[in-house]
């Protein structure tokens, strides 16, 4: 019986970690590698004319906290984007995207880290920065 027991004790000690950690995001030793939330300082530039979106315009967003799953939204709608290091993304912006001249609002989206139902969600969306098309 004592080597049933002794074997059983790491399994606690794992279950105890569990209902302990839950919902503590990062802190929670099961959930591997936490996602921070993207953050996004700049766009290559801040404005463009609708002439360049109707020809496929390639715009790099600056941040930080960028990794290989990050995605940029523009409006809304999530764009095929390639991660250039954890500091730049970028993306082609094209009249599928934005229809007509006006503001689009840009943001970067990562998407929360594995083991979600043991509170490892983290991840997030960065704030909206402006893209004027005229």
Same mark, same amino acid.
């Given at each position: 019986?004592?080597?049933?027991?002794?074997?059983?004790?790491?399994?606690?000690?794992?279950?105890?970690?569990?209902?302990?950690?839950?919902?503590?995001?990062?802190?929670?030793?099961?959930?591997?590698?936490?996602?921070?939330?993207?953050?996004?300082?700049?766009?290559?530039?801040?404005?463009?004319?609708?002439? /360049?979106?109707? +020809?496929?315009?390639?715009? $790099?967003?600056?941040? !930080?906290?960028?990794? *290989?799953?990050? &995605?940029? @939204?523009?409006?809304?709608?999530?764009?095929?984007?390639?991660?250039?290091?954890? /500091?730049?993304? +970028?993306?082609?912006?094209? $009249?599928?995207?934005? !229809?007509?001249?006006? *503001?689009?609002? &840009?943001? @970067?989206?990562?998407?929360?880290?594995?083991?979600?139902?043991?509170?490892?969600?983290?991840?997030?969306?960065?704030?909206?920065?402006?893209?004027?098309?005229?």
């Amino acid at each position: 019986m004592k080597q049933i027991s002794a074997s059983l004790r790491p399994l606690s000690v794992l279950l105890l970690a569990v209902f302990l950690f839950q919902g503590c995001k990062s802190l929670n030793p099961l959930c591997g590698s936490a996602r921070p939330s993207p953050s996004i300082a700049s766009l290559s530039v801040q404005s463009i004319t609708f002439a /360049q979106v109707q +020809q496929g315009f390639l715009l $790099t967003v600056n941040g !930080s906290h960028l990794v *290989a799953s990050s &995605v940029v @939204v523009i409006n809304g709608t999530k764009l095929p984007t390639q991660v250039l290091s954890d /500091q730049q993304v +970028q993306v082609t912006i094209t $009249t599928a995207v934005i !229809s007509a001249p006006g *503001a689009a609002n &840009v943001e @970067v989206t990562t998407p929360g880290g594995n083991s979600s139902d043991l509170g490892c969600t983290s991840g997030g969306t960065s704030q909206s920065l402006v893209l004027t098309v005229t």
